[in-house]
């Protein structure tokens, strides 16, 4: 108790903390989308939970991430050469999580443009959409948090205030996750939007998989364009629909033909 009162006593500690907290909360945008995604399609009761279950396990792993630094910078270096590649555990850690995030993005676009209707889902069947869910949030948030975990121990020496800053992150997007789902479920241009986000991301980690160095600025940027541009339609359609209130001293007055004028 003692240590852990001595590590948040210096500045250094609290400036590392709040550095850390907020790169956190940044690249876990990519996971409330996918996981916005994912979970909408098991049955509503059934949301908050696999939300919260699967963002608690995202926390264990990113913390047990850390406590395995030595291994995680491991990964990084190449142990095989293909076509000119340099192969390692993170590039084909990253090769098969953006390829995992195309095909699922793709195949609910698909699904979007389909619209079959979807068949009530029995119990056993729920539950264990459920359980499938959470893992793949588990998952897909090692792929995400990778590049984080390497980071957050150039930012920060003690693995307490990078521990720190992941909790309090995921306790952050685990406030937003319902809100954010929520709005992308009711409108349905949004959703396919945010699919469009997860095969760009996908196409981004397939990328670094491969050695090519995407920076995530233009990436982020181009996904906030695409947002703003999306919610100034929406903004407009809402506008359109409302309707047109009448002039109370307007009369018409009769044409030639009877007609209006």
Do not use: C
């Not at 809402?238 to 018409?252: F, Q, S």
Request: charge should be neutral.
């Amino acid at each position: 108790m003692f240590d852990f009162l001595h590590i948040f006593a210096t500045p250094e500690a609290w400036v590392s903390l709040l550095t850390l907290t907020a790169l956190e909360i940044v690249l876990g945008i990519d996971n409330i989308v996918f996981i916005a995604i994912l979970t909408g399609k098991l049955p509503p009761a059934e949301q908050a939970r696999a939300r919260r279950l699967g963002l608690a396990g995202a926390m264990v792993s990113r913390i047990l991430l850390l406590l395995a630094i030595g291994w995680i910078m491991q990964l990084s270096e190449p142990f095989a050469t293909v076509l000119g590649v340099e192969l390692s555990g993170k590039s084909l850690i990253l090769l098969g999580g953006g390829l995992f995030l195309i095909a699922k993005a793709t195949h609910e676009i698909f699904e979007k443009l389909e619209a079959k209707p979807v068949p009530a889902t029995a119990p056993a069947k729920a539950a264990s959409a459920v359980r499938w869910a959470i893992v793949q949030i588990m998952l897909i948030d090692v792929v995400f948090s990778l590049d984080s975990v390497i980071t957050a121990v150039g930012v920060a020496k003690e693995i307490v205030v990078m521990a720190a800053a992941v909790i309090i992150a995921v306790l952050v997007m685990m406030a937003f996750a319902g809100p954010i789902s929520a709005f992308v479920h009711r409108h349905p241009s949004m959703k396919v939007l945010a699919l469009s986000f997860l095969v760009l991301i996908g196409v981004l980690l397939v990328a670094e998989g491969f050695g090519q160095h995407i920076n995530k600025g233009y990436i982020y940027f181009a996904m906030v364009y695409a947002l703003a541009v999306e919610l100034i339609n929406l903004r407009l359609r809402k506008v359109e629909r409302r309707p047109v209130a009448l002039n109370p001293g307007y009369e018409e007055v009769p044409g030639p033909s009877g007609a209006p004028a």
